[in-house]
């Protein structure tokens, strides 16, 4: 009986630790950096100008904001060589 009890008690803390590690990992993918926001924020403007100026005919501006869309998004930003 001593034993069952162990091995339950093992099981719970097993489960505590698991919740535990997903609760962190979900806090670390739910907080944005500025960066990626602030790309995120330019890349939404430039679809919206290129979509918005595409509807008014005005082609050659669309092209340049959707182009400058799909660069914004595709970019990868410069990191520091030091820490």
């Known amino acids: 009986m001593h034993k069952l009890a ?3 008690s093992f099981r719970k ?6 919740l535990h590690d ?4 979900l806090d670390k993918e739910l ?3 500025t960066h990626t926001l602030y790309r995120d924020l330019t890349t939404g403007l430039f679809f919206i100008a290129g979509i918005s ?6 082609f050659i ?3 340049m ?4 869309a799909s660069l914004a ?8 060589v030091r820490h």
Do not use: H
Request: charged fraction near 10%; glycine fraction near 8%.
């Open 13 to 18: 803390g097993l489960q505590l630790n698991r």
């Open 73 to 80: 998004s595709n970019l990868q930003s410069v990191k520091p």
């Open 6 to 8: 162990d091995c339950q």
């Open 22 to 25: 997903l609760s962190i990992q």
């Open 53 to 58: 100026e595409l509807f008014s005919g005005q």
């Open 61 to 63: 501006l669309a092209t």
């Open 31 to 33: 907080t944005m950096n």
């Open 65 to 68: 904001f959707l182009g400058l």
